[in-house]
């Protein structure tokens, strides 16, 4: 395992940015933050819902909640406003662009529920041990409700962006590491759960 160094992918500044906006969403809402949704429908990113926490307040108040991501007023905040520097790659996202790798496992036992909120207490191998976010193989227009369906029975790294040998993670705890390409799809497997009781070591990636 590598040193949390700065890379290009989602770097160490800009994953603890994001780390540290979801954990402070967690300590308003004592849950970390879903898609927004109107009757079971996902209408908008949870990276939206964060916008607060990342000093984009003015941009959140733009959106419509209650609207999908590609309604014409949504569709429209997204095209007239740049994406916030969090979500971007260093050295790989292109000025304006408006797409994000930045993304998230759901379901199956990952850190992140479709329809129910995390709570600490949920995450019974310890936030150190548990992935949060990673770069995406594809990026997604960042607003749009697009993340990783979690399945174990897959390799989860055909759903990662590969770069300079590795992957960038980051956990629960905010830290962020970097995985070699080399790590197996059962070690990661364990780091996405979030209570699978698995024991992790580092030297394993």
């Not at 936030?127 to 993340?147: C, E, H, Q």
């Not at 629960?172 to 995985?179: I, K, L, M």
């Not at 390409?181 to 070591?201: P, S």
Request: proline share 8%; net charge negative.
């Amino acid at each position: 395992m590598y040193p949390p160094l700065s890379r290009p992918g989602c770097s160490r500044p800009t994953c603890v940015t994001s780390g540290e906006s979801e954990n402070n969403y967690y300590s308003t809402y004592q849950g970390f933050p879903l898609d927004v949704q109107k009757d079971g429908k996902k209408l908008l990113s949870w990276r939206v819902q964060i916008l607060p926490y990342i000093d984009q307040d003015g941009l959140y108040k733009k959106f419509k909640l209650d609207e999908p991501w590609d309604s014409e007023h949504n569709k429209k905040v997204l095209e007239e406003n740049l994406m916030p520097p969090v979500y971007a790659l260093p050295g790989l996202t292109k000025p304006g662009e408006k797409a994000t790798h930045l993304q998230v496992f759901v379901g199956n036992g990952a850190f992140f529920d479709a329809d129910k909120p995390t709570a600490i207490k949920d995450v019974t191998d310890g936030t150190s041990n548990t992935i949060m976010a990673v770069n995406g193989a594809k990026a997604v227009p960042w607003t749009k409700p697009a993340d990783i369906e979690f399945d174990p029975k897959a390799d989860p790294k055909t759903s990662l962006l590969l770069y300079d040998d590795g992957y960038i993670l980051l956990f629960a705890d905010g830290s962020v590491r970097f995985a070699s390409k080399n790590i197996t799809a059962d070690t990661l497997r364990k780091l996405i759960t979030r209570a699978g009781g698995e024991v992790v070591d580092n030297r394993d990636f």
